[in-house]
């Protein structure tokens, strides 16, 4: 019993990593995203400019504050200076003047200063730079987001790739087996005299034709595996896609959905905010010929201080006027460009604006199509399935030729087939739709019907 429990937490660290990596062999799209989210270089570059306007902002704030210096200086003379005055001499009041000579100091120097400035009046010159900061804040943030929204929804679309592989690979699979399988049973028929050489012979054909479909798909599956994790920026670590290729009901309300990507999209948050910038830049070039006012006040302490060895300070107080009287109308054309690439920005939006709800209005006709061509195909696959079955008994009593029964197996594997397609489209228009609004589509009305 005591050797029982003494292998107790060896065998429960084995399950425990046993769970651990069994977990890991599971990717669900969510997963897939936020890995591919931290790991992509474009969302990581986006990130650190986001940071970087912040920084901006920071640095375009200071203007308000007061800048402040200090200096200090020591100077060491060879010898201290000293002036040479004639006077006359008291020895001899009518002879040539003497000279006598003063010291003017110490042979050294000590001095500290202090100087501290403050923009007092600019015509809101610093306000406007403040807000251009500020508004390269938001259009950093906007730019942030429309790339991970452009990542995400790139991964998403990959890793449904390859969830569509596997599945056209799993039903090639099927296809081979039961083509493997009617080879067999042809095989006996033809022992039994029920069929001719000729009818083996076309059957082996069909069933080397499937088995070189299913190494295609095979091979669409592996290079499907490697484009994702490629761009997940992440070796393959054998990873089974857990997330299905499914369709559920949604609400497709395109006027509404125009609406709200008009007002969510990232590009045109970043074209509003652009504008706003150029439009503070133009006020600044507005009061730029103006006069600006700045104070400044100045202490020095020093030793000496007026020829004594000793400490003392000295101040000031100024008020310094900047005017630019003129500058060759400079700023008029700086203006007029300004107004010139507001102008061309207006433009650009009007076409985003358009292209964006064309785009809404593509995803919506795609993910209704997707979506009934999802139901069709479901009926066709009860159906192929339904003749399928038939067509075998029949086979098998002679009634049929291999030839038949063969179309009929294309045409259940077709249906398979498209109905994956089909459930692949449905996924990828879901997601490009959900991009372009910014948002999750909200559940309501079945998928095909799409306004």
């Not at 029982?4 to 990717?27: D, E, H, R, T, Y």
């Not at 490629?230 to 309300?253: C, H, K, Y």
């Not at 060895?309 to 203006?335: P, Q, Y």
Request: aromatic content about 8%; proline content about 4%.
């Amino acid at each position: 019993m005591s050797d029982f429990f003494k292998k107790m937490p060896v065998c429960g660290s084995v399950l425990i990593l046993a769970a651990i990596q069994l977990a890991a062999a599971n990717l669900t799209l969510e997963d897939a995203v936020r890995s591919a989210l931290e790991r992509n270089p474009q969302v990581r570059i986006a990130r650190e400019k986001a940071g970087e306007a912040r920084l901006k902002r920071w640095e375009a704030f200071s203007a308000f504050l007061p800048q402040v210096s200090a200096q200090g200086t020591f100077v060491q003379l060879d010898q201290a200076q000293q002036i040479t005055v004639e006077m006359p001499n008291p020895l001899n009041p009518f002879g040539p003047p003497v000279e006598q000579r003063f010291s003017m100091g110490p042979d050294y120097n000590y001095m500290t200063s202090l100087r501290v400035a403050q923009p007092l009046f600019t015509w809101g010159k610093i306000y406007h730079a403040y807000c251009s900061a500020d508004a390269g804040v938001a259009i950093a943030d906007a730019d942030y987001a429309r790339v991970r929204e452009e990542v995400a929804a790139s991964i998403t679309q990959l890793y449904y790739l390859v969830v569509l592989n596997r599945e056209l690979a799993a039903i090639a699979q099927e296809a081979a087996d039961v083509t493997a399988e009617h080879l067999q049973s042809t095989r006996l028929m033809y022992n039994e005299g029920k069929v001719s050489a000729y009818d083996v012979s076309r059957v082996e054909v069909q069933y080397n034709n499937a088995r070189t479909g299913l190494m295609k798909a095979r091979n669409a599956y592996a290079l499907a595996r490697e484009q994702f994790y490629t761009a997940v920026n992440a070796p393959d670590d054998g990873a089974d896609f857990v997330t299905p290729l499914r369709s559920e009901p949604v609400t497709t309300d395109i006027p509404a959905l125009i609406a709200e990507a008009l007002r969510r999209r990232p590009d045109l948050i970043a074209m509003g905010h652009t504008r706003r910038t150029l439009q503070y830049a133009r006020r600044s070039l507005l009061t730029a010929n103006l006069p600006s006012f700045t104070g400044a006040y100045s202490y020095n302490y020093q030793n000496p201080i007026f020829g004594r060895e000793e400490w003392g300070g000295t101040w000031n107080v100024s008020l310094v006027v900047s005017w630019d009287l003129f500058t060759g109308l400079r700023n008029l054309a700086r203006i007029r460009q300004v107004a010139s690439s507001i102008n061309q920005l207006d433009i650009g939006r009007e076409g985003l604006e358009r292209a964006i709800a064309t785009e809404v209005r593509k995803y919506c006709f795609d993910l209704a199509n997707a979506g009934e061509r999802i139901r069709l195909q479901e009926q066709n696959i009860a159906l192929a399935k339904d003749n399928l079955r038939i067509a075998n008994q029949r086979y098998a009593l002679g009634y049929i030729s291999s030839v038949e029964v063969r179309d009929v197996q294309l045409a259940l594997a077709q249906a398979e087939m498209e109905r994956v397609s089909a459930l692949f489209e449905w996924n990828v228009a879901r997601v490009m739709l959900e991009k372009s609004i910014g948002r999750k589509l909200d559940t309501g009305i079945p998928a095909g019907g799409g306004q």
